[in-house]
């Protein structure tokens, strides 16, 4: 067992759970953050839940990304520092420095103590939200991407995970020097859940399990399994070449709305009748969204847009290999459907 406890952020958030279940796979002790102390009962239940009792090996510092207390507590004697903790609302905020300033202030903080602490490296969970957005491009989206921050109307999600990232990076060439960072860009993180905190793409599948979408945008996502950008997360931890480098985690290409659907009732059965494959065409969505706020969320400048991302580094630096996209959306709705988290 490795003795240095590997410090992750936000210990009970979907992939945060997943990063913790792999390294006690794994071998390492693990420390976790957690905003209120009171959750570190469910965080214990629902790795339990997946057949792990984590023990000792476990342990818990009460910390806020919008705080200082506790951060040099958290790192003190780790190696490596994955920092997954981040604001993230399902519903727009009423103004974006609600994402902005924890996103950005919260990592800044983190960092901050990894560098006094003489942590070696810090792998930072971004997102491709840093990368694809802001700007059209013909072909697949890379690492050497960057979302344009200052366009009008870009929403506050990708907004502070670009301004997160940017600053991260700014710290490591300036005041940093001496701490490694690596940084993971997820698209849509879809695959079983260990708890009841559903992140926004698993309420879309929820959503469509439910048969509140009777009709689709024509929007496209990429699709990862947690599972896998954990993996992505302890193989950018510990592999020399991964230091000062971005990694895109995408299973494939980006699949619509309507494939996504048509994955769910492909793979899960009865358990599926009630998704809809049917496409609103554009011009409808944009006409609804006059006087609905679900529709103006679908009626962004990424309706009716095709597009797509590469994880050709990843395989190639870190030998990393992802499930399928259908296994992940599969996943998803099979632990909905199994933890009672889909609505009659």
Excluded at 158 to 182: M, N, V, Y
Excluded at 190 to 219: C, Q, T
Excluded at 276 to 291: E, G, K, M, Q, Y
């Amino acid at each position: 067992m490795n003795g240095e406890p590997v410090l992750v952020t936000g210990g009970s958030g979907f992939l945060a759970g997943h990063c913790i279940l792999a390294l006690l796979a794994a071998g390492h002790e693990v420390r976790t953050t957690l905003r209120s102390p009171h959750r570190e009962a469910g965080l214990r239940g629902a790795l339990a839940a997946a057949g792990v009792d984590a023990g000792e090996r476990l342990s818990v510092v009460p910390a806020d990304l919008t705080q200082d207390a506790g951060w040099t507590e958290a790192v003190a004697g780790c190696r490596y520092v994955l920092h997954v903790a981040s604001p993230l609302s399902s519903a727009a905020p009423k103004h974006e420095d609600e994402l902005i300033r924890p996103a950005r202030e919260g990592t800044l903080r983190v960092l901050r103590a990894a560098h006094a602490a003489g942590v070696e490296r810090v792998v930072l969970t971004s997102s491709f939200a840093a990368i694809g957005y802001g700007k059209r491009l013909t072909r697949p989206y890379a690492e050497s991407d960057w979302t344009d921050a200052s366009v009008p109307g870009l929403a506050a999600y990708p907004k502070s995970k670009t301004l997160a990232e940017r600053a991260a990076w700014e710290f490591i060439d300036g005041q940093g020097r001496g701490l490694e960072l690596a940084v993971v860009n997820p698209v849509g993180i879809f695959g079983p859940l260990l708890g009841p905190d559903l992140s926004a793409s698993i309420l879309l599948i929820r959503s469509m399990l439910e048969g509140k979408l009777p009709a689709l945008p024509r929007l496209m996502f990429g699709v990862v399994d947690v599972r896998d950008v954990a993996d992505l997360h302890l193989k950018a931890m510990t592999d020399p070449a991964a230091a000062g480098e971005r990694f895109i985690a995408t299973a494939g290409d980006f699949l619509s709305m309507q494939q996504i659907a048509q994955a769910l009732k492909d793979r899960l059965g009865p358990a599926a009748d009630k998704v809809s494959t049917r496409v609103l065409p554009d011009w409808l969505v944009r006409l609804v969204a006059r006087f609905s706020a679900a529709a103006r969320q679908a009626a962004t400048p990424e309706l009716g847009r095709t597009k797509t991302a590469s994880s050709a580094k990843a395989r190639a630096m870190l030998g990393w290999e992802p499930r399928p996209a259908a296994e992940a959306l599969a996943a998803t709705g099979e632990s909905l459907v199994r933890l009672g988290l889909v609505g009659r």
